[in-house]
């Protein structure tokens, strides 16, 4: 289990039962990792191998689940700003 986007990802190896889920596997790296349950804290989306997944979906052998914080800027926004401050120094 990792969590992307965290400047220094915690990351964490579990073994689990056959059948357990996703949302069952990050409450277990929680109990077992204080920076794994402050990340679910503030994910707002769980994700296996880069895929956005539910929490109620099965995990399988060598899965990796992912917690993904919020967005904090909008990469488009960014870039027509400085376009836009671009052309300002232009003109």
């Keep these: ?11 964490i190896e579990l073994e ?31 994700g296996i191998w880069g895929h956005v997944t539910d929490a109620g979906h099965p995990l399988r052998e060598g899965d990796r689940v992912e917690l993904y914080r919020p967005i904090q800027a909008d990469a488009k926004a960014l870039r027509r ?11």
């Design 16 to 46: 689990v039962a056959p059948g357990t889920t996703v949302g069952e596997a990050i409450g277990l790296a929680a109990q077992a990792d204080a920076r794994i349950r402050e990340e679910a804290g503030v994910a707002n989306a769980v």
């Design 81 to 91: 700003a400085r376009a836009s401050e671009g052309r300002r120094r232009k003109l």
């Design 1 to 11: 289990m990792v969590a992307a986007g965290a400047a220094d990802p915690p990351l």
